[in-house]
């Protein structure tokens, strides 16, 4: 190491931050390990120098020594313990070795102690009418629970597991990799660091049972597709007396086929005739709650938009009503009759060239656009 420069053997300019050092040792780590390079001396050589560099310049002080008197500066204060053929080992080894045994050994640290239950997922479809104004909704799954012939031991009532003779119950098996000693879940107990000998009949030694749960559940007013509840423990039972998971309960909304909604606004199109458009008149408009009456002033213009304040939905939030909007649509007649020919022919030819309001502010802007 002594005539090396230790930025270049970690691939890093000496400006290098703390996170692209470490970023940088993870990589050349991964690239040298000697399980990735088995038999291979040059790499284990390489390996403890990427180490030993890693631990000088991660060390603010080691570093700036570094820096200033080269090697030389800080040979033998490299790191706080060095393993078998002289390979220092660091907290982020520590990660690093965690990623690496995952790969090439496909498992993990074994979890004994108390774990909580999975969630679980439940989709459920609901009318517009049932979103907008609440529901009671059954609700049907199967979820996993404790054996409660083994209170979810696994084992015959009336036994208890046995400590397993391969591990002495720590549920790992420890062995040597090249200078390396790793440890990985016992293969007998599966990391549980038990086994059962007398398996409960139940639940065929699992401790748990796949059962059929039944509840209700209150739809409050004003949810939406992509709105979710949740019901506390009815998720799957929790390992080891963990607490269980809980249910979440995602939401779909049919469409309407006279409505529409936007957050807690309900908007609807109603079809008018042309002389109710033009004479005015008053109209049953169809509401969440059943029919209003709606004022159609003359003159009224396809498309026009009437507003019933507090007629909409109730918010989730804080319970306050949205609107409910009204567009009215003109409906030209598609066949007349002779007198109803007779009457809109007489209308031309009465009108003549005049030109009505709106018509005479489209051409204004036909001529503003093309001159």
């Known amino acids: 190491m002594e005539n090396k420069d230790l930025y270049k053997l970690l691939g890093v300019s000496p400006d290098v931050t703390d996170a692209e050092l470490k970023k940088a040792y993870r990589a050349m780590a991964h690239k040298y390990h000697p399980d990735k390079n088995q038999d291979d001396k040059d790499a284990e050589e390489k390996f403890k120098e990427i180490n030993e560099a890693y631990e000088i310049l991660k060390d603010p002080e080691k570093r700036t020594r570094y820096d200033r008197f080269g090697y030389a500066g ?25 990623d690496m045994f995952s790969e090439f050994f496909g498992g993990g640290r074994a979890r004994r102690g108390p774990t909580r239950g999975d969630d679980l997922r439940y989709d459920m479809t609901i009318t517009f009418e049932e979103a907008a104004f609440g529901a009671k909704k059954d609700v049907e799954h199967t979820r996993i629970t404790g054996c409660e012939s083994c209170k979810g031991s696994g084992a015959k009532p009336g036994t208890s597991p046995e400590r397993c003779s391969v591990c002495s119950g720590s549920g790992q098996q420890r062995f040597q990799q090249g200078f390396f000693t790793f440890s ?187 001159g």
């Open 184 to 370: 990985r879940p016992c293969s007998q107990c599966k990391g549980q660091g038990s086994v059962i000998k007398s398996p409960c009949a139940e639940c065929s030694g699992r401790g748990s049972n796949h059962i059929k749960s039944k509840i209700t559940v209150n739809i409050p007013a004003g949810i939406d597709t992509g709105s979710r509840l949740r019901v506390a423990g009815e998720g799957n039972f929790g390992d080891k007396g963990g607490p269980p998971g809980d249910l979440y309960i995602f939401m779909t909304v049919t469409p309407h086929p006279l409505f529409k909604r936007d957050g807690d606004d309900v908007y609807c199109e109603v079809p008018i005739t042309l002389a109710q458009a033009a004479l005015g008149t008053e109209i049953e408009a169809p509401t969440i709650e059943g029919p209003v009456k709606v004022k159609i002033p003359a003159g009224t213009q396809t498309g026009k938009v009437f507003r019933l304040k507090n007629k909409g939905i109730a918010s989730l939030r804080n319970g306050r009503r949205g609107d409910h909007f009204v567009a009215v649509r003109l409906e030209t007649p598609a066949k007349l009759n002779k007198r109803q020919r007779e009457l809109l022919e007489e209308f031309a030819a009465i009108s003549g060239d005049e030109v009505f309001p709106e018509k005479k502010n489209f051409f204004d802007k036909v001529k503003e656009i093309f």
């Open 74 to 98: 800080v040979s033998g204060a490299a790191g706080a313990g060095a393993g078998p053929g002289g390979a220092h080992y660091n907290a982020d080894f520590q990660d690093f070795f965690g």
